[in-house]
């Protein structure tokens, strides 16, 4: 049975995905984040020489599209060290619908690294 071409929606946010993980800063962070199994804040600044706004910025994009993990909420931030690391499943989830998307296949996210769509 041969794969069914889906339309592919100009909203459908693969196009975001792929446009944030294209971003050189972006590729530098989530190279670091591949290396180690997590890092606080400071240690990413450190290692990547950025500075605090800037990799405030793209961590928040990269944990936006699922690719980026802390580990704790948002509400319990307040003062403590956060240790982010990478989702690899959602590096996985976004690379199939990157290919997808290509080939005009469906993209719809699934499962637990589902990032959201425009």
Do not use: C, W
């Not at 592919?8 to 190279?31: A, C, H, S």
């Not at 994009?61 to 699922?66: K, T």
Request: glycine residues 10%; charged residues 25%; hydrophobic residues 40%.
């Amino acid at each position: 049975m041969s794969p069914r071409l889906v339309p592919v929606p100009q909203g459908d946010g693969v196009l975001t995905l792929v446009k944030t993980l294209g971003d050189p800063v972006n590729v530098e962070i989530v190279r670091f984040l591949a290396s180690i199994d997590a890092a606080a804040f400071g240690d990413i600044m450190s290692s990547t020489k950025f500075a605090r706004a800037t990799l405030a910025k793209h961590l928040r994009a990269l944990q936006d599209i699922g690719v980026v993990v802390g580990d704790l909420p948002g509400e319990q931030r307040a003062g403590r060290h956060v240790r982010y690391s990478l989702n690899r499943a959602g590096v996985e989830e976004i690379t199939r619908r990157h290919l997808n998307y290509m080939l005009g296949l469906d993209v719809t996210p699934r499962g637990p690294a589902e990032a959201p769509t425009d």
